[in-house]
């Protein structure tokens, strides 16, 4: 019977100190305690009041503010406090297994456990006065050690001291994650701030670039309303063979891997109609002329060596087996490309011949001078009487790429006009130079049509 009383004492004891440990204590505390203590066989009761403990309620309110203080304000700690906690944990591991062996064992009369005399408790004190007083000692050390690391957070707070260890780094850990994604935040809307702005740059370009076109033609139509009645209704009249009547187009040539020359022209002069187009460059005269000089038919000529060419160099001239000495208004194009030096030739819309290996894998050099109705032996001059045009021309445009057929014949029979992309025919672009040489007006169609009915 006193051993059962005992047990029952120490159970007791324990269900309070994991509650009290715990916070968890859902009944009011009337603040009445009690003690086991060894009494006498055929004593009528083991339990004896005590007196209730002054503070001890404050005691208890203290615990469990400090516990909500340091969960609110030092969670980061929570490693440091789980391992404070380990020694309540084992303690409460003690008590189930002096609980389980009270209910399962069996005690016998020599004072020993049962289960081959064993102690099932391992360390476990047999007088319960060690053990109620082992237990007071953890209590306050607990309380010793929870009451330690409030003052240092206390301290922290006020001093501006450093925090642990471990509390720094992972406060550090934090920061760097933290700054990196603010980094990569950053890094992003730099990327689409670039983005934005080179749209917006693109799409600038694009409107001044329309704005400055429409002011271009908006100028044109001014400069040439007063003549004809559109930019391009005129004709280039040269009416004489010398070195000294031309035209020259304000605009040049940019570097090209392929291009189409379409004109209109009339000539009666003979022989040989003389060159009604020539480009030249720094170092090459000769870029592009088209010429018939003499008894020879009409000549392309790209990138003309003269007497430096030789025969096991790649052919620079092509015969062109266009006719048009006849006085009538003819329309001619040209298209060559550098791929295999490629070239055909239209007249009035009619394809009448077509050849390859033309100055093959060459590229048209930019900026230099289109002259028109003279051969340039140097760069905008030094003409050749011999070689002059005598005619009239119109129209002369040039596209950098190969015009499809469907096109040069619905400019050629007069279903549509299409000005070229990188010369085009305006008044304002066309300079005439010697007395003699004029610009007048001209509706090609019309003036076509009447030859036709003549």
């Not at 391009?232 to 040539?253: C, D, H, I, W």
């Not at 392309?300 to 052919?315: A, E, G």
């Not at 014949?409 to 006009?417: F, K, P, Q, R, V």
Request: proline fraction near 5%.
């Amino acid at each position: 019977m006193l051993s059962l009383l005992r047990l029952l004492c120490f159970y007791a004891l324990g269900l309070g100190y994991e509650k009290l440990v715990r916070g968890q204590d859902d009944n009011p505390d009337t603040g009445a305690r009690f003690l086991c203590r060894a009494i006498a066989v055929g004593a009528d009761t083991c339990l004896v009041p005590v007196v209730p403990e002054p503070n001890a309620a404050a005691h208890e309110e203290v615990l469990r503010n400090t516990v909500m203080q340091l969960r609110e304000t030092v969670l980061q700690q929570k490693e440091t406090i789980v391992n404070q906690l380990g020694t309540i944990n084992e303690l409460t591991t003690k008590l189930s297994l002096c609980e389980s062996a009270s209910e399962e064992g069996k005690y016998e009369s020599g004072g020993s456990w049962s289960k081959n005399n064993q102690n099932t408790m391992g360390d476990l004190p047999r007088d319960p006065n060690d053990t109620i007083d082992n237990l007071g000692k953890t209590m306050q050390s607990l309380k010793d050690r929870l009451e330690n690391l409030e003052q240092q957070q206390q301290r922290a707070n006020m001093s501006g001291a450093l925090f642990p260890s471990e509390l720094r780094d992972l406060l550090q850990r934090r920061l760097g994650d933290l700054e990196n994604q603010l980094l990569s935040k950053v890094n992003n809307l730099e990327e689409e701030k670039s983005l934005l702005y080179n749209e917006t740059t693109a799409h600038r370009q694009k409107t001044e670039s329309t704005l400055n076109s429409l002011l271009t033609r908006i100028n044109e139509l001014e400069k040439g309303g007063s003549g004809f009645k559109s930019p391009e209704q005129f004709k280039l009249v040269l009416p004489l063979r010398t070195n000294y009547l031309y035209g020259r187009m304000a605009k040049s040539l940019p570097e090209m891997y392929s291009f189409t020359l379409c004109m209109w022209l009339r000539s009666s002069a003979g022989p040989g109609i003389g060159t009604p187009f020539s480009y030249g460059v720094p170092g090459q005269a000769n870029e592009i002329v088209v010429m018939e000089w003499g008894n020879n038919p009409i000549e392309l000529l790209i990138n003309d060596k003269h007497l430096y060419s030789s025969p096991m160099l790649p052919v620079q001239v092509a015969q062109l087996p266009l006719s048009v000495r006849d006085g009538r208004w003819r329309h001619i194009c040209i298209t060559w490309t550098t791929r295999d030096g490629l070239w055909e030739a239209y007249q009035d819309g009619q394809k009448l011949g077509a050849g390859d290996n033309l100055a093959p894998w060459h590229r048209i050099k930019p900026g230099g001078a289109i002259i028109l109705g003279q051969e340039q032996d140097m760069v905008g001059g030094r003409f050749d009487a011999t070689q002059a045009f005598v005619g009239e021309l119109s129209q002369v445009n040039i596209w950098d790429k190969v015009l499809k057929p469907s096109d040069i014949l619905t400019m050629a029979n007069c279903s549509s006009y299409t000005p070229g992309n990188v010369v085009s025919w305006l008044d304002s672009d066309v300079e005439v130079f010697g007395g003699g040489a004029a610009k007048l007006a001209l509706e090609i169609c019309q003036d076509r049509l009447s030859e036709t009915e003549s």
